[in-house]
């Protein structure tokens, strides 16, 4: 009686398939909490399930260094543009004193001025490593004695400066990590290339078998199938709602 009862459970888990719209990261997310979930059973004697995660564990780590690599150049991205707002912001309080009606001001504001011409604002828009190059240019050239005593006049000045070399140094210190990453990439495939493979092996293999396991052997699979159920179930809900908000409204 009690593995009749077993046996009508079944029917109460049906495991979806993960929807292919799901985003990057959460394929990744999924994907690791199966691989969590599996390791806690004793399933590994199953040479056909174990194959397949295998399968999954070796594509979930390419997809989490695939997207750690996008994340670099986010990174890179957003720190670049970081050292530019500096850049805008010399060059405003530069021209600001430039008008200013203190002499003093105005004079030590020409003289920083002249520093700043030779380089100008559109040093941001060259490519990452001549701007790089252009901005350790310019820093050395501010450092320069009389320059630093004609900055110090002009309040505000020195802490723009000093920002910039900030985000100067962060930017080169992103740019490395953004290399190291961009280095692996010739012999590794793009996060957006690598998700289909991994949302196909889920659907297409490991909740293919597992239907038909929990159906051959619920006392033996059936715990299992029921938490890859909720997992994926739980996935869905999430990507369900996303696309709910994004309907327009008439």
């Known amino acids: 009686?009690?593995?009749?009862?077993?046996?009508?459970?079944?029917?109460?888990?049906?495991?979806?398939?993960?929807?292919?719209?799901?985003?990057?990261?959460?394929?990744?997310?999924?994907?690791?909490?199966?691989?969590?979930?599996?390791?806690?059973?004793?399933?590994?004697?199953?040479?056909?399930?174990?194959?397949?995660?295998?399968?999954?564990?070796?594509?979930?780590?390419a997809l989490t260094a695939a997207i750690n690599r996008g994340k670099a150049e986010s990174d890179l991205e957003e720190k670049d543009e970081a050292r530019d707002t500096q850049i805008r912001a010399l060059y405003y309080v530069v021209m600001g004193f430039l008008h200013h009606p203190d002499a003093a001001i105005r004079q030590a504001?020409?003289?920083?001025?002249?520093?700043?011409?030779?380089?100008?604002?559109?040093?941001?828009?060259?490519?990452?490593?001549?701007?790089?190059?252009?901005?350790?240019?310019?820093?050395?050239?501010?450092?320069?004695?009389?320059?630093?005593?004609?900055?110090?006049?002009?309040?505000?000045?020195?802490?723009?400066?000093?920002?910039?070399?900030?985000?100067?140094?962060?930017?080169?210190?992103?740019?490395i990590t953004y290399e190291q990453e961009k280095a692996e990439e010739s012999t590794q495939?793009?996060?957006?290339?690598?998700?289909p493979e991994l949302v196909a092996l889920i659907n297409e293999k490991i909740v293919v078998y597992l239907r038909a396991m929990e159906v051959v052997d619920v006392e033996t699979y059936g715990a299992f199938a029921r938490t890859i159920a909720t997992i994926i179930a739980e996935n869905n809900e999430v990507v369900k709602k996303r696309r709910k908000k994004q309907e327009p409204v008439d």
């Open 189 to 195: 495939a793009s996060a957006t290339k690598q998700k």
């Open 109 to 175: 504001a020409e003289t920083v001025d002249k520093v700043f011409a030779k380089y100008g604002v559109s040093i941001t828009g060259e490519s990452y490593a001549t701007e790089s190059s252009l901005i350790s240019s310019l820093l050395n050239d501010l450092s320069v004695q009389k320059i630093k005593d004609a900055i110090a006049i002009l309040p505000g000045c020195a802490d723009v400066i000093t920002a910039l070399q900030a985000a100067q140094q962060a930017f080169e210190a992103a740019r």
């Open 1 to 61: 009686m009690q593995r009749l009862t077993n046996y009508k459970l079944k029917f109460k888990i049906m495991i979806d398939n993960l929807m292919s719209t799901s985003r990057v990261t959460e394929v990744d997310a999924v994907s690791m909490r199966m691989l969590g979930a599996y390791q806690t059973t004793s399933l590994n004697t199953d040479q056909h399930l174990s194959a397949m995660f295998t399968g999954l564990e070796s594509l979930s780590a």
